[in-house]
């Protein structure tokens, strides 16, 4: 769990438990969802509006919203069929972290799949459209954490 990650479990606005550092912003948690298929495109629109409200425009949006597709779309296809979607807020910095109970794999989400291969380019998409992609797999499932540009 990263330092900016909120504690509390339940969706709305919440504060991490305990107290925080002097000066330290608190993380609020503006969405958590579990998806499968069939909720792919909702969770999708829900995001992007959440953080249109919160006051990512544009490109920036665009950019945002289409990593968290990515990720949520692989953790449907390679992760069991389902997963959860956290996105928070610290301050002014936008976070989506995505868990599912897939194994995970050898993906560098910082490289380009070869030409040849016919998958691998959404973990290198996601990247590409974030500030930070961080991921970590056991055999318990895996956890991607986006933090918009």
């Known amino acids: 769990m990263s330092a900016s990650e909120p504690t509390d479990r339940q969706p709305g606005p919440q504060r991490p438990r305990g107290s925080a550092a002097p000066g330290a912003q608190a993380a609020r948690v503006l969405l958590l969802r579990d998806f499968d298929l069939g909720t792919l495109v909702a969770i999708r629109h829900e995001v992007e509006r959440l953080c249109g409200l919160w006051g990512l425009t544009g490109l920036g949006l665009y950019r945002f919203v289409?990593?968290?597709?990515?990720?949520?779309?692989?953790?449907?296809?390679?992760?069991?069929g389902s997963g959860r979607l956290r996105l928070w807020h610290v301050g002014r910095r936008l976070y989506?972290?995505?868990?599912?109970?897939?194994?995970?794999?050898?993906?560098?989400?910082?490289?380009?799949?070869?030409?040849?291969?016919?998958?691998?380019?959404?973990?290198?998409?996601?990247?590409?459209?974030?500030?930070?992609l961080t991921l970590r797999s056991d055999p318990a499932g895996t956890t991607i954490e986006l933090e918009a540009s």
């Open 66 to 80: 289409v990593a968290v597709n990515e990720i949520t779309t692989n953790a449907v296809r390679h992760g069991g």
């Open 96 to 132: 989506c972290r995505i868990d599912d109970r897939g194994p995970g794999g050898a993906a560098d989400p910082g490289r380009l799949p070869d030409p040849g291969s016919p998958e691998g380019r959404g973990l290198w998409l996601a990247r590409q459209n974030v500030a930070r």
